[in-house]
Nanobody, 126 residues
Framework: QVQLVEFGGGSVQAGGSLKLSCVAS????????MAWFRQGPGKEREFVSG????????MYADSVRGRFTISRDGAKKTLYLKMDNLNVEDTGDYYC???????????????????WGQGTQVTVSS
C-alpha cells in the first residue's frame, strides 16, 4: 500500500503562484508514474499533469501547459506541482495519484491510478 498526502494548497490572487507537494509513504519504492488531477466547483475531476516512473517524461493538460511544472524528488518520495500565472479557472481540489509499481507510463485516465491522496484546495480570486 502507498499513502499519499498533499500539501501547499491555499488562496491566491489571479496571476499568483503556488507550489503543491505530495509525499508518498508506505510501500512507495520502485518506479511508477504519478500525476495531479483537479476537480473544480461543479466540474468532473480532470487530469492536470503527469510524470513517468523514471521521471524522464512529463505530460500536461492544454489548459495548464506553459504555466504549471511537475517534478519529482525520488529520494524524498515527493511529487511537486509548481503553478504560475494562476487564473480563476484553476480553482479546485487538487489530487495526487500514483500508479501501481512498475507502471511507469503516464496516463490521463483516473482508473489507471491505484493510489490517491485526500486532496488540497486551491482558490484563485480575481
Amino acid at each position: 500500500q502507498v499513502q499519499l498526502v498533499e500539501f501547499g494548497g491555499g488562496s491566491v490572487q489571479a496571476g499568483g503562484s503556488l507550489k503543491l507537494s505530495c509525499v508518498a509513504s508506505g510501500d512507495a519504492s520502485g518506479d511508477y508514474a504519478m500525476a495531479w488531477f483537479r476537480q473544480g466547483p461543479g466540474k468532473e475531476r480532470e487530469f492536470v499533469s503527469g510524470i513517468s516512473g523514471r521521471s524522464d517524461r512529463t505530460m500536461y493538460a492544454d489548459s495548464v501547459r506553459g504555466r504549471f511544472t511537475i517534478s519529482r524528488d525520488g529520494a524524498k518520495k515527493t511529487l511537486y506541482l509548481k503553478m504560475d500565472n494562476l487564473n480563476v479557472e484553476d480553482t479546485g481540489d487538487y489530487y495526487c495519484a500514483a500508479r501501481s509499481p512498475r507502471s511507469v507510463a503516464i496516463t490521463t485516465t483516473q482508473i489507471s491510478y491505484k493510489y490517491w491522496g485526500q486532496g488540497t484546495q486551491v482558490t484563485v480570486s480575481s
